[in-house]
T-cell receptor, first 109, second 113 residues
Framework: QKEVEQNSGPLSVPEGAIASLNCTYS??????FFWYRQYSGKSPELIMS????GDKEDGRFTAQLNKASQYVSLLIRDSQPSDSATYLC?????????FGKGTRLSVIA | SAVISQKPSRDICQRGTSLTIQCQVD?????MFWYRQQPGQSLTLIAT?????????ESGFVIDKFPISRPNLTFSTLTVSNMSPEDSSIYLC??????????FGPGTRLTVT
């Protein structure tokens, strides 16, 4: 059974700090990895995708992938109160994506 | 990314009735998905809807309860039949992008009384 595990949180960080969100997955054949942000009462929004080992940076966001350890992470630099949301990790080998339960991030001003 | 709309955005329904949720995409897409998200919970996949074929349902979801139509490459409907309060949830339509990513519609918030 394909599983994606995330710490449910809440993860609380002060404004301006780095938030680190982690995700592990069970299907070693997974090829594609995504991070979604979901504000309360809204639908998930794709913020990062990563397909190969290493780091991928986009603005304040960095996604990190280690396929050998079956581990994906998302770093948010200079965290802002507007980053407070639930972050969903998603993984696939075939469609559809397999989603984790999400980590709730709270950025404290 | 595709622009996805859903109707209705919210509804309050009586138990025993049915509600049909529409999902419209601004471009042709092969794969569409229907999810349910109960309060405070993560996403649960109900079914995958491909144009021209029967929907594929996940374990725990059956066609009689959640019939799906996919008449063309830009439109799909999900019906929640014979509703009970346990069906109160947010229902989300999603489409597959070109690199295995998925995009979500705004959701339909359903309350069954």
């Amino acid at each position: 059974q394909k599983e994606v595990e995330q710490n449910s949180g809440p993860l609380s960080v002060p404004e301006g700090a780095i938030a680190s969100l982690n995700c592990t997955y069970s299907d070693r054949g997974s090829q594609s990895f995504f991070w979604y942000r979901q504000y309360s009462g809204k639908s998930p929004e794709l913020i990062m995708s990563i397909y190969s080992n290493g780091d991928k940076e986009d603005g304040r966001f960095t996604a990190q992938l280690n396929k050998a350890s079956q581990y994906v992470s998302l770093l948010i630099r200079d965290s802002q109160p507007s980053d407070s949301a639930t972050y969903l990790c998603a993984v696939n080998r075939d469609t559809p994506l397999v989603f984790g339960k999400g980590t709730r991030l709270s950025v404290i001003a | 990314s595709a622009v996805i709309s859903q109707k209705p955005s919210r509804d309050i329904c009586q138990r025993g009735t049915s509600l049909t949720i529409q999902c419209q995409v601004d471009s042709q897409v092969t794969m569409m998905f229907w999810y349910r998200q109960q309060p405070g919970q993560s996403l649960t996949l109900i079914a995958t809807a491909n144009q021209g074929s029967e929907a594929t349902y996940e374990s725990g979801f059956v066609i009689d309860k959640f019939p799906i139509s996919r008449p063309n490459l830009t439109f799909s409907t999900l019906t929640v039949s014979n509703m009970s309060p346990e069906d109160s949830s947010i229902y989300l339509c999603s489409v597959a992008g070109t690199s295995y990513e998925q995009y979500f519609g705004p959701g339909t918030r359903l309350t069954v009384t």
